[in-house]
């Protein structure tokens, strides 16, 4: 079994965790309305998923 012959310092374990970040998610414009809205999502302003309407928006 693979254990540690010494004790990473504190130092060298945050550099590595330094990397680990969350990333803003990505932005596509849909192609109905034009607005700003997350990549493989139903559109929140129209209501539209790959050209078809799924979600009636009754305004």
């Not at 010494?6 to 849909?30: D, F, L, M, Q, Y």
């Not at 790959?50 to 009636?56: C, G, N, P, T, Y």
Request: proline residues 8%.
């Amino acid at each position: 079994m693979a254990v540690p012959k010494r004790r990473h310092s504190k130092s060298r374990v945050r550099k590595r965790r330094a990397t680990w970040k969350i990333s803003a998610p990505n932005h596509v414009e849909c192609p109905q309305c034009h607005k700003a809205k997350l990549p493989h999502h139903l559109c929140p302003n129209c209501g539209y998923y790959k050209a078809r309407e799924v979600v009636s928006m009754d305004e």
